[in-house]
């Protein structure tokens, strides 16, 4: 492992208080979105720790170690654009914001974190100007060729300039699943408030820790994920930049997350406020800054490791067949982290061309497309994107018909 391949978390992210506290250890594991060609499953396969620490001041759960972004993003697998429920999910969001936020042609809306340009190709189709911002070269280049004009940076302050000089200011700056990715948070911020039209608004959207723990989600908790934010530690930081939040939705994605409208702090009255304090009631009633609350949740997992590992352990000895299903960052973690490997699950199905003919990064289980599924008959299948449970298990609906039967592990292990 090279030096800067991975550092140390001395201070929270948030706050930087040094007082942290480590309540989940998943040992260490490759990177979750580390497919292996063939030619490459032999070859020595670094791991990084996985754990969590949470902040006894301000509440922010956050992993103990930063790997290097560029190990992590530079060529990324990841597309949103399988998911039927996501690009809904990003189809009420444009909507959403191109209404109320009454955009228009000479608007520009900015996506720090545009992937494929899934999101942006919405606005697009409003009319509005946009503008994508990923580290991602592969996927920069395939929201170019979809006419999304994207740029392979990282979003910070320095980019922040350069962008606003050659475009202008955004009217919205939107941040889909990346602000946990972001180490420096306060980079951010400055580059959002140096980028934001004086009446713009800046829209994220991340998993709630609410839910996390609630519905032991555990296997979200990975190495892009640095941060998992709950209302409390994230009020404090948008206020430190002169935001407030002016609307927060609870969403079903990525297994209970939250969408939040900020904009420039006004002495105008801010009926979010309601939300706001009632979510971080919900979050106190539910003592989720609380010792006991976050070692509890990691006792839930090793039960969740015992369930699962026990059924499939029955199922070999029956000698009947498992595939996987959905080849996701959550699943690769969950399986390294059970030990479920292709000794197991004969393979993983994936839609995403990218991670077809690749292997799963600590477990080397074959990943393929849909095809072989459907000409093939397995008893159980898997599946390990449970986040999309119901479109997939419509989607294979035959599968069901003929006998075979879906496992789902989280929040509790079930068989359907
Ligand atoms: O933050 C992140 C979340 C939002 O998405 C990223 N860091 C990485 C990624 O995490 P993930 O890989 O766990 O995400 P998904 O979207 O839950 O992965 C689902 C996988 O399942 C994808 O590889 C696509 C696949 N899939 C499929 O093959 N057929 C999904 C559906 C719905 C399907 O029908």
Redesign the pocket.
């Known amino acids: 492992m090279r030096k800067n391949d991975v550092k140390d978390v001395k201070a929270c992210r948030i706050c930087k208080q040094k007082k942290l506290y480590k309540f989940l250890d998943l040992g260490k594991m490759p990177i ?2 580390g497919f292996l060609k063939k030619e490459d499953l032999k070859k020595f396969e670094e791991k990084f720790e996985l754990s969590c620490f949470f902040c006894k001041y301000c509440g922010l759960i956050q992993l103990s170690k930063v790997v290097n972004p560029s190990l992590l993003f530079k060529n990324y ?4 654009s ?5 690009m809904n999910n990003f189809s009420n969001l444009s909507h959403q914001i191109y209404k109320e936020q009454k955009l228009n042609a000479s608007s520009l809306v900015v996506d720090i974190g545009s992937n494929d340009g899934s999101l942006l190709t919405f606005f697009k189709n409003y009319g509005t100007k946009v503008l994508g911002i990923d580290p991602a070269i592969n996927l920069v280049k395939v929201a170019r060729m979809k006419g999304i004009p994207s740029e392979s940076k990282m979003f910070n302050v320095k980019n922040a300039r350069l962008i606003k000089k050659k475009y202008g200011s955004a009217n919205v700056i939107t941040a ?3 602000i ?2 972001i180490d420096d948070l306060h980079q951010v911020f400055k580059g959002v408030s140096y980028l934001l039209a004086k009446n713009g608004a800046f829209v994220t959207e ?2 709630y820790l609410l839910d996390l723990v609630k519905k032991n989600e555990f ?2 908790i ?1 190495h ?2 640095l941060s998992y934010f709950s209302l409390k530690p994230w009020r404090r930081l948008v206020d430190q930049y002169g935001f407030e939040i002016v609307s927060a939705q609870r969403l079903l ?2 297994g209970g997350s939250i969408r939040l409208i900020h904009k420039w702090k006004s002495n105008k009255k801010n009926p979010a406020n309601k939300t706001v304090h009632y979510l971080i009631s919900l979050e106190k009633n539910y003592n989720l800054y609380s010792k006991k609350t976050l070692s509890g949740f990691a006792k839930k997992v090793e039960n969740l490791k015992y369930d699962l590992t026990t059924l499939l352990k029955t199922i070999k000895q029956e000698k009947r067949r498992v595939v996987g ?8 973690v969950l399986t390294n982290y059970f030990r479920i490997t292709n000794k197991i699950l004969d393979y993983i ?4 061309p990218y ?1 077809q003919g690749l292997f799963t990064p600590g477990t080397h289980i074959p990943v393929v497309g ?1 095809n072989i599924l459907h000409h093939d008959n397995p008893d159980y299948i898997l599946i ?2 449970w ?2 449970a119901d ?2 298990m419509e ?1 294979e609906r035959a599968f069901r018909k003929n006998g075979g039967k879906f496992i789902i592990p989280i929040p509790e292990v079930k068989i359907l």
């Open positions: 979750p979105n697998v990841y597309i949103p399988i998911a039927k429920v996501m889909t699943n990346v946990a990715h991340f998993p296997d979200t990975y892009e994920h994605v990525h299903y959905g080849a996701a960052a959550k699943g690769n199905v994936d839609s995403t991670k849909e390990l994107a986040n999309f479109e997939i989607k």
